[in-house]
C-alpha cells in the first residue's frame, strides 16, 4: 500500500479482528528473512525474501485454525505469521505485503465470511492471452479472490482445445471473432493447464464454464450437424443473446456434450465444472428440461460438482448442484426453493457485482442495463439479505464477473475492475459488522499509488479521495 500503514487494520478486505499494540513497530528493509518449514516454502517465495532458519518473518501452520484462517503477530523483533493450511498463510503474506514496509506491532486474526470468492473473466466475446490471465490473477489473489470463473465459450467464440473437435478453435476461436471481430485466439490444452497450475500456486482455483444449451453460436458455425437441420450458421460478432441453442432431441448433442465436458475436466483438478444454462430464450422449455436432464448429471460423473446461472434452479438438480444468481431482482422463488432443498449460492447480483456495468453515465466502457454500478453500489450490499428465502447458511459465496462485449485489452480489464472488485472481495470476505463505507473508501484511497505504480489502468472514480 502507501509508503507507512498508520493503522494495522489499514488492509481489504478488512480482517475479523485486529488488536493494534503501543509497542514499536517492525520495519522490513532489505536484509529482512524469511523461516518457514517445507511444507511453506513456496508460499515464503511470494515475499520474496531470502531464507533462513532465523528469519525475522516466521511462517508457521496450525492444523487447528480453519484452512483459510491466519493469524499475524507483530512486534518489535519480528513478525510470526500462522495459517490452518498453506492457504491460510499466504493470504496472510497478502496482509503482510498490503500493510508493509513499517508494520505497526499488534495481532491480526483473519477467516473469510464465504468459502467461494471468485471473480469471471469472459473470453468468449474477447480473448485474452495466458500472459494477460496470470497478470490478472496476480492482482486479483491481493484482495484474497479465491476461485478465477472463465467463461470459455459463447455466441461469439470458443476459446479452449477440445482433441477430436478441433474446427471449434481452427474456425470459432480464430480470425474475425469475438465481438466486432475484434477477439481472437483460444487457450491450448498446454497452455490451459498451465495457467491451471499457475493459479492453483496462488491458491486460486479455475472453474471453467462451457455455456449450454444456449450461447452456442460458435459451436454450431464450427459443427453444423448440431443444428437442427444440419445446415450452417453464420458468425455472428453482435452481443445479442438467446438466440441459439443446441438441439435437445438429437443423440449427436449429448456425444459432443459428454466428450467436451470430460476433456475439461480431465484439464481441470478444481472441483466445478459450470454449464451456463443461462438466457436459453429461443429453447422451448420442455426441450430445456429435457437437455438438462441429461446434461446436469455428467459433471457428478466425472468428480466434478456443477455450477449454473440461476435459471437451472428452474428444473430438478442433482444434490450437489450450485446455483448462481445474476438478476437485478428475482423474477420468481425457484433459487429460494433451491436453497430450501438444500442447493448452495453463489451470488452475482448484476446491479453489484457485475464488474462490466459503467461507473456512471461518463464511463467510457461497459454497459449499462443493470445500471451504473459505482464503488459504493459494488460496497454497499449483503449477499445474505439480496434474495429472500436465500440466507446465510444457503450462501457459498460471492462472484465478480467481468463480461467483455466492450473490452479490447488488459488496460480495459484494469479499469473495469479496479476499483470495484476490492468491495466485492471485501463483501466476500469480512465479517457483516464489521464493514462499513466510510472505512473502506479510506483504505481503498491508499491503493492509488500503489497503482499509480504498478501501471495499473485504474477508474479514479470520484467517491473516493485519492491521494
Known sequence: MSERAKRLGDV??????VRQAAGASFEI??????????ALEAVAAHLGRPLSSSGEIRLALDTSLAPEAYRLEIGADGVTLTGGSPQGVFWGVQTLRQLGPVLPAGVIEDEPRYAYRGAMLDLARHFFAPDEIKAHIGQLVQFKINHLHLHLTDDQGWRLEIPGWPRLTEISGGAGTGCDGAGPG???VAEYADLVAYAAERFVTIVPEIDMPGHVNAVQVAYPELTADGQPVAPRTDAEVGYSSLIAGKEETYAF????LKTVADLTPGPYLHIGGDECLSTPPEDY???LARVLPIPASLGKRVIGWHEIATVDLPDDAIVQYWRIEAADDAVAR???AGRRVIVSPADRTYLDMKYDEDTPL?????GHVGVRQAYDWDPAERLPGVGEEAILGVEAPLWSETLRSLADVQYLTFPRLPAVAEVGWSPRDGRDWASFRERLAAFGPVWDAAGISYHRSPEIDWP
Do not use: D, K
Request: glycine share 6%; charged share 10%; hydrophobic share 55%.
Open 366 to 370: 461497459g454497459l449499462v442495463w443493470a
Open 257 to 260: 456434450v459428454e466428450a467436451v
Open 29 to 38: 528493509h532489505s536484509g529482512t528473512a524469511v523461516s518457514a518449514p517445507p
Open 338 to 340: 433451491a436453497a430450501a
Open 12 to 17: 481489504i478486505p478488512r480482517p475479523a479482528s
Open 186 to 188: 483460444f487457450l491450448t
Open 289 to 291: 428440461r429435457a437437455f
